[in-house]
């Protein structure tokens, strides 16, 4: 089993910057690839970016490509997402996921953490 625990959410202004972390716990957090999800109320969760499970690789959707950047410290079984430049529409509940395999669609990873709530006023 693994734990994924999300921090880091809050509100901001557009234009701002947030960091987001998720920690990872239970069975070797370096046999997993990273994913970061969101959803808006009313929407269908998205995917937001991905890393490999050593770092080397990374995926972003289009919307947040040149303004998001995960990256991850295996030593300290976390994975982050820095966010900059927000706009509203980044407004979301954000999620992290681990899978074994490299997904970077789909919602069957082997693990979900619980969300962290990420508000951009305008």
């Known amino acids: 089993q693994v734990q994924l625990v999300e921090s880091g959410g809050g509100l901001v202004q557009a234009g701002g910057s947030l960091r987001l972390s998720c920690a990872a716990s239970?069975?070797?957090?370096?046999?997993?690839?990273m994913n970061w999800f969101r959803q808006a109320p009313g929407k269908e969760r998205e995917f937001v970016a991905a890393i490999s499970w050593s770092g080397g690789n990374t995926y972003y959707a289009d919307s947040v490509k040149g303004r998001f950047t995960i990256s991850r410290d295996n030593a300290k079984n976390t994975v982050y997402l820095q966010m900059n430049s927000l706009k509203p529409e980044d407004t979301a509940v954000y999620y992290c996921?681990?899978?074994?395999?490299?997904?970077?669609?789909?919602?069957?990873?082997?693990?979900w953490g619980q969300g962290t709530q990420v508000t951009v006023s305008s």
């Open positions: 239970g069975r070797t957090f370096s046999s997993y690839a």
């Open positions: 996921a681990a899978d074994e395999a490299w997904r970077t669609s789909g919602y069957e990873y082997d693990y």
